[in-house]
């Protein structure tokens, strides 16, 4: 399983914040990164399943439907 | 009084909607205070749709499967005339609700009285209902003890008797894991089965709404009446009604039911354990199966939800982030700074997990597994021992209840009548889940129904 959950949370959030558009708040950047860690370690557990090119998303487009009758 | 036995009375013209409303609003006025459910009484408007049950009655006419009866709704729920709150300060300003959600029409559309709003955590996004802005609501077996969350208000309500009826969201476990804390049943069917029009969304991909009730009856005549078509829900399914009401006694003979393992046998506290033990001797399952990839489908879903989530509310994120309740804040922040990858990933985990998954159903009718991993913990308690190893107390309440709402399969919490019988601390409530395939929620009545019928399941009297 590859292990993403060591890595600079801060660092991480402070550059990816100005991305989208967020100021961060000092103050809120320990629960901020508490919350990335346990991200991290949750995407560690979804990049850990064998996956092929025909493994799909969930979600599937639909571009339209017939109304209830 | 059940709501099905409101309902009865009223149609029979024995007792008025217009007492049984009144008799409602005294009891929550008397009451509410000291659990918190309440965000917001409709009175008057409860006294005019029970006016209007009673004037169908005199008329003859036949005011509907639910006349009469008091209902309440999470917070989320659009109620024409009120700000729709999600539990957040921020919805507060916003412009009142034009017309009632969908579920709320149906609702009314058989008779019921809505008696108010209801508590929860902010934008859904807790198990605790520990809302910083209206406070936490108390579980009515312990009131020093959370009620769960994030549809708490609903649960406690319904435990506390304030109303044979509530409705709720379940994005990962909200309907199911208060449920499971205050004793009371709880239903998050089919993804796609009722209609969420109307309700505050928080991450699409994984929102459902239903019903909580204190018997199978009464949460089988919410859910019948709850069902219908509704354009405005691009994730609903169009299907037939399919009415549970007339199959609840149907039994469980033929059914294949099995105990989940693996994941749903560990992360949790002996009473949880010894919960399902008691329902699987009372169902006759003996068997054992293991939900293959279950802890990476929490994962997933664990993802999408912070992504999605945070998505929704980044424009308030940007401009007033202190309006947030601080213990959702933080993971809406995070969630907005997520890598693309992860949340590709978590979405295709999803659906590869699904396709392991619903092979099960070939084998077995129903899975059996905790509802919630211990009892209600207390209020403001933030770690609780688990295996061994302490872990956060939150959003380890989801653990069994957020890898079937990843992927959309119907499930009830079921509540022991007697938790002192599995051992549970201080003899509080806790259920089991039942989780079916997609779109069988008969067989999870029929099966909830049998365990009541059994002495298993009930819902506990929490002390006055």
Redesign the interface.
Known sequence: MNDHTEFDAEGYARGTAALVGLALDPRHLPGITANLRLAARMAAAVQGLPLTPADEPAPIFVAGRDAPG | MSAAETAAAVRAGRRSAKDVAEAALADIAARDGAFNCFTAVTAERARAEAAAVDAAVSAGRDPGPLAGVPVAVKNLFDVEGLATLAGSKIERDKSPAARDAFLLRRLRAAGAVLLGALNMDEYAYGFTTENHHYGPVRNPHDTGRIAGGSSGGSAAAVAAGLAPLALGSDTNGSIRVPASLCGVFGLKPTYGRLSRGGAYLFAA?FDHVGPFARDAADLALAYDAAQG???DDPAQQ?REAAPVSPLLDAGIAGLRIAVADGHFARNGHAEAFAAVAIAARALGAAARVSVP?A??GR??A??IT?AEGANLH?PD??ER??DFD?MT???F???????AS?L???????????ARVLPLFDEWDLLLTPATPYVAPRIGQDTVEVDGEAVPVR?NLGVYTQPISCIGLPAVAVPLADPGAAGAPGGLPIGVQLIAAPWREDLLFRAARALERAGVAGSPTPPR
């Open positions: 991909s078509a509704d354009p169009w990839e802890a990476r994962a997933a664990f993802l912070m980044l994120l940007r982030p202190d601080p804040r933080d993971r922040l995070a969630g907005a700074l997520l890598p992860w590709v990933q978590a979405q295709r985990v999803r659906a590869a997990y699904r959003p």
